[in-house]
């Protein structure tokens, strides 16, 4: 550690300074001096090479043994402290800058009611700081920072891992805002069933769902996207709750119900964190699994392959007598590879979402 430290215009030096000074004066060795001030040889050594900061303990017996206050030699220690910290702090806002390259403050602008400042890049990183109540913006580039990443990290980039750790701190602050009771898992799963019943009802879903959720202890959080976070959606504990978070940005049906019955199929399992854009592994199989199978029984699926009529009317039919929203279906022949993702005919099938979040 050195002597002293120069930023701004401003220098302030460590106490060793002084202290080595005295000790050289003194015409006594390290040994001797440490005896008379009541301390070992070894922390006089420390703090003689900057390698120590000054306890209190010390500074009283300086004070005592050369005649100064014991206020002086603490505040030389603050006021190096201080400037340390406002060098690291300049630095730390260096960092920030470098991450919040990979932010859009409009997002938050227009979602959240952040002020318009254009062009004043500080103040940005200030207001989304604040916002997402933490100390820098750099703490989101950490993979580990809100919850773990299941699987295929290898190719999420720096981006991704920002942009997904933002998504999950926001619906956690949304979270640690809502009353819930202690999480039920029997109440979970009738929850999930209810949900089933629901897929037709496309105006009136959201709050249904969130409601019964909510009294099973679940915490449901849909979000606007981020552009670019390749985010599906997220599980994490908190407390005795669980929040679940999905975003607007697969707006069709079938892929928001299957999105949805994916994180469900997560906590069911007991396995949270964050959901990407083709991931594999086992847990994501599972989901995957538990969503199809949910979604669309797979004994009735198996029967309406068997019959192999896939047009429109053959397709509402079968939506109807297993009580699903048609584009459901749709999707998961597409996905299948027995429809066309680009077939016209089956566009009346299709339904977007206009999914308003509260700020």
């Given at each position: 550690?050195?002597?002293?430290?120069?930023?701004?215009?401003?220098?302030?030096?460590?106490?060793?300074?002084?202290?080595?000074?005295?000790?050289?004066?003194?015409?006594?060795?390290?040994?001797?001096?440490?005896?008379?001030?009541?301390?070992?040889?070894?922390?006089?050594s420390l703090l003689i090479r900057g390698e120590q900061s000054l306890s209190i303990d010390i500074a009283?017996?300086?004070?005592?043994?050369?005649?100064?206050?014991?206020?002086?030699?603490?505040?030389?220690?603050?006021?190096?402290?201080?400037?340390?910290?406002?060098?690291?702090?300049?630095?730390?806002?260096?960092?920030?800058?470098?991450?919040?390259?990979?932010?859009?403050?409009?997002?938050?602008?227009?979602?959240?009611?952040?002020?318009?400042?254009?062009?004043?890049?500080?103040?940005?990183?200030?207001?989304?700081?604040?916002?997402?109540?933490?100390?820098?913006?750099?703490?989101?580039?950490?993979?580990?920072?809100?919850?773990?990443?299941?699987?295929?990290?290898?190719?999420?980039?720096?981006?991704?891992?920002?942009?997904?750790?933002?998504?999950?701190?926001?619906?956690?602050?949304?979270?640690?805002?809502?009353?819930?009771?202690?999480?039920?898992?029997?109440?979970?799963?009738?929850?999930?069933?209810?949900?089933?019943?629901?897929?037709?009802?496309?105006?009136?879903?959201?709050?249904?769902?969130?409601?019964?959720?909510?009294?099973?202890?679940?915490?449901?959080?849909?979000?606007p996207n981020m552009s670019g976070s390749k985010t599906n959606g997220a599980t994490k504990k908190i407390?005795?709750?669980?929040?679940?978070?999905?975003?607007?940005?697969?707006?069709?049906?079938?892929?928001?119900?299957?999105?949805?019955?994916?994180?469900?199929?997560?906590?069911?399992?007991?396995?949270?964190?964050?959901?990407?854009?083709?991931?594999?592994?086992?847990?994501?199989?599972?989901?995957?699994?538990?969503?199809?199978?949910?979604?669309?029984?797979?004994?009735?699926?198996?029967?309406?392959?068997?019959?192999?009529?896939?047009?429109?009317?053959?397709?509402?039919?079968?939506?109807?007598?297993?009580?699903?929203?048609?584009?459901?279906?749709?999707?998961?022949?597409?996905?299948?590879?027995?429809?066309?993702?680009?077939?016209?005919?089956?566009?009346?099938?299709?339904?977007?979402?206009?999914?308003?979040?509260?700020?």
């Amino acid at each position: 550690m050195s002597d002293y430290i120069e930023y701004n215009d401003k220098i302030a030096f460590h106490p060793e300074y002084y202290i080595k000074e005295i000790v050289e004066n003194s015409g006594l060795t390290q040994e001797v001096f440490a005896k008379r001030l009541d301390t070992t040889p070894k922390n006089l050594s420390l703090l003689i090479r900057g390698e120590q900061s000054l306890s209190i303990d010390i500074a009283m017996k300086l004070s005592r043994m050369i005649g100064t206050s014991a206020n002086y030699w603490l505040n030389l220690q603050n006021a190096y402290n201080a400037l340390i910290a406002e060098c690291k702090s300049e630095e730390e806002l260096v960092r920030e800058r470098k991450t919040f390259e990979y932010f859009d403050y409009k997002y938050f602008r227009d979602n959240y009611g952040l002020p318009d400042l254009p062009r004043k890049k500080n103040e940005q990183i200030k207001r989304v700081r604040q916002f997402l109540n933490v100390a820098t913006l750099s703490v989101f580039a950490k993979r580990d920072m809100a919850v773990s990443f299941r699987n295929s990290t290898k190719e999420i980039s720096e981006g991704n891992i920002i942009k997904a750790n933002v998504m999950v701190q926001i619906a956690t602050n949304k979270a640690l805002k809502t009353e819930a009771p202690k999480f039920n898992k029997k109440k979970f799963e009738d929850a999930v069933k209810y949900a089933l019943t629901l897929t037709k009802n496309h105006e009136e879903f959201y709050p249904l769902i969130r409601n019964a959720f909510l009294e099973a202890g679940v915490i449901f959080i849909i979000l606007p996207n981020m552009s670019g976070s390749k985010t599906n959606g997220a599980t994490k504990k908190i407390g005795d709750n669980i929040m679940r978070m999905v975003n607007d940005r697969r707006l069709n049906a079938d892929s928001f119900w299957f999105t949805l019955f994916h994180e469900i199929g997560h906590i069911v399992n007991g396995d949270y964190g964050i959901s990407f854009e083709k991931e594999s592994g086992g847990q994501e199989e599972a989901a995957d699994k538990f969503a199809e199978d949910s979604l669309i029984p797979l004994e009735r699926y198996q029967d309406f392959l068997a019959e192999k009529k896939f047009d429109l009317q053959s397709i509402k039919t079968f939506a109807n007598q297993i009580e699903r929203d048609s584009g459901i279906i749709l999707g998961r022949l597409q996905k299948d590879g027995i429809i066309s993702f680009d077939d016209w005919r089956m566009k009346s099938l299709r339904h977007k979402y206009r999914v308003k979040t509260a700020l």
